[in-house]
């Protein structure tokens, strides 16, 4: 956790995206390090994950900075502009299925 904090606090990032929230521990130490106005995408592909992340979210209190998003990471992040309104990701953490990484991160381009 510590890696990913001082990671987070280096990039200050105002539009951070999480490939694999699982249960949302990762989404709650990114949103509680974020300035103001600034927001975390987080996405998972487990609907079950997703509600318990929800939860874990909600109970942080940092609800008004991550965008849980669910549903298959590849076709999440086509929509990444139009949908969500992202310009510039300043913050991509891959914490999700590894053999996504390569494809995932060819999609981010």
């Keep these: ?5 001082k990671t987070v606090e280096e990039a200050n990032p105002s ?3 999480e490939l694999g929230t699982y249960c949302g521990y990762s989404a709650v130490r990114i949103s509680r390090l974020l300035k103001a106005g600034a927001r ?3 996405v998972e592909f487990n609907p079950e994950f997703a ?3 929800k939860q874990m979210i909600e109970f942080a209190g940092v609800q008004d900075k991550v965008k849980l998003l669910e549903g298959p990471s590849q076709e999440i992040i086509p929509q990444l502009k139009k949908k969500y309104e992202v310009d510039t990701l300043d913050f991509v953490f891959l914490d999700h299925w590894k053999d996504r990484y390569t494809p995932d991160t060819i999609l981010l381009q």
Excluded: F, N
């Design 1 to 5: 956790g510590l890696i990913l904090d």
């Design 15 to 17: 539009v951070a995206l």
């Design 40 to 42: 975390l995408l987080t």
């Design 51 to 53: 509600a318990i992340a």
